[in-house]
Structures are given as C-alpha cells and as structure tokens.
T-cell receptor, first 111, second 116 residues
C-alpha cells in the first residue's frame, strides 16, 4: 500500500544550529503535504504545508522543500531552540481530506 | 481561531466498560471530523471519518461496532469505545476541517485512555 515514511527516527541538534528532518512518500498522486509538531501528551500542531505545484515554502524559521522527482519532503528548522524539541510528522493528502501520517522523527535540541 | 477541544483529556476505566470521548470545534463549524488513534512512540492512524448527520466511514480493520462515532452537529463528534479492553488503551485524537479549499485539519489535544 501507499506509505509515508521518515528516514531518521531520532535527531539531536545543538541549540542554535539548523536541523533538517526528511520524509519519503510513495504516492505520486499526493498533492498536499503538511508538517506537524507533536509535543508529549498533546495533539499535532500545524507547522507548514506545501502543495505539489511548489518546491519550496518558507515560514518563520521553517522551510519545507518538496522534490517530486524522488518523492522526498524535508523540513528545515533554522536556529533551533529548546522549544523545538518534539516529534515531527509529515503527512500527505491524496486530493481528498484524509491524511496519511509518516512514522515521525524525534528531534532533541541539546542546550 | 480554529480551536478544537476534547473531553476528557484522560480517562481510566475498567475492562468491559464503555467510554465516551467528545470532540468539539469551538469557533468554527466542522463539516468533517476525523478520529485517530496513536499508540506510544507510533504515528497517528486514522480510524474513521465523520460527517455531520451521516454515518461515519471507518478505515479498514477498525471495528465499527466497537468504536461508535456520532456526529450530531457541526461542532460536536463523539467516539464511544464499547466494552473496552486493555489493548484499547491509547491516545485518541480528533481533528476537524472547515471544508474550505485548503482542507487543513485542526487537531484536538487528545484523550489518553487507559483500560485496566
């Protein structure tokens, strides 16, 4: 079946450094991708999204890159802060409202 | 805006009992609500899609008679776990969409269910 997966289950980054979280997806028909942040015991929090007609989108300290050729999505977080420590999920949408979530990457910011 | 709440935030129940979890959109009308289940250190798995006034659509492998979903209004959906067993212990999360072109889902804070 179709799946959305992440390359790295855990990532540790020194505070102030940049971090990159990667995601691979398998459904070439997916047209909408979202990155979520989930802190322990809480629901997912929207970070940034991107549609398939774009290859880059920037937000505050975050950038999402989409490479449709290799079906790869990445989330870049600049100047990481302790509050960035969380689990990050990518999710894809196939043109309807249903989302398929990736396996998640735990990001730990080292003070 | 676009706030989704869940109640209760956590619940402990005895095996064999039923538990109801509420999901509310506080400041918008949700055309569609979704229920997810998340086991420890795992991802969110969609259980069902719920539209106001109609029957929920369950994902493959999710027992509709065990996980009863009612979406009686545009701001409230409920998930009832019937005859709960320890293996039903999980983090249950709902989300809601406004039905706009973005299809963005707004997530609730989750409900931790522990079945003894």
């Amino acid at each position: 079946g179709e799946s959305v997966g992440l390359h790295l289950p855990t990532l540790s980054v020194q505070e102030g450094d940049n971090s990159i979280i990667n995601c691979a997806y398998s459904n070439s028909a997916s047209d909408y991708f979202i990155w979520y942040k989930q802190e322990s015991g809480k629901g997912p929090q929207f970070i940034i999204d991107i549609r398939s007609n774009m290859d880059k989108r920037q937000g505050q300290r975050v950038t999402v890159l989409l490479n449709k050729t290799v079906k790869h999505l990445s989330l870049q977080i600049a100047a990481t802060q302790p509050g960035d420590s969380a689990v990050y999920f990518c999710a894809e949408n196939f043109g309807n409202e249903k989302l398929t979530f990736g396996t998640g990457t735990r990001l730990t910011i080292i003070p | 805006g676009a706030v989704v709440s869940q109640h209760p935030s956590w619940v402990i129940c005895k095996s064999g009992t039923s538990v109801k979890i509420e999901c509310r959109s506080l400041d918008f009308q949700a055309t569609t609500m979704f229920w997810y289940r998340q086991f420890p250190k795992q991802s969110l798995m969609l259980m069902a899609t719920s539209n106001e006034g109609s029957k929920a659509t369950y994902e493959q492998g999710v027992e509709k008679d065990k996980f009863l979903i009612n979406h009686a209004s545009l701001t409230l959906s409920t998930l009832t776990v019937t005859s709960a067993h320890p293996e039903d212990s999980s983090f249950y999360i709902c989300s809601a969409t406004t039905g706009t072109a973005t299809n963005e889902q707004f997530f609730g804070p989750g409900t931790r269910l522990t079945v003894l």
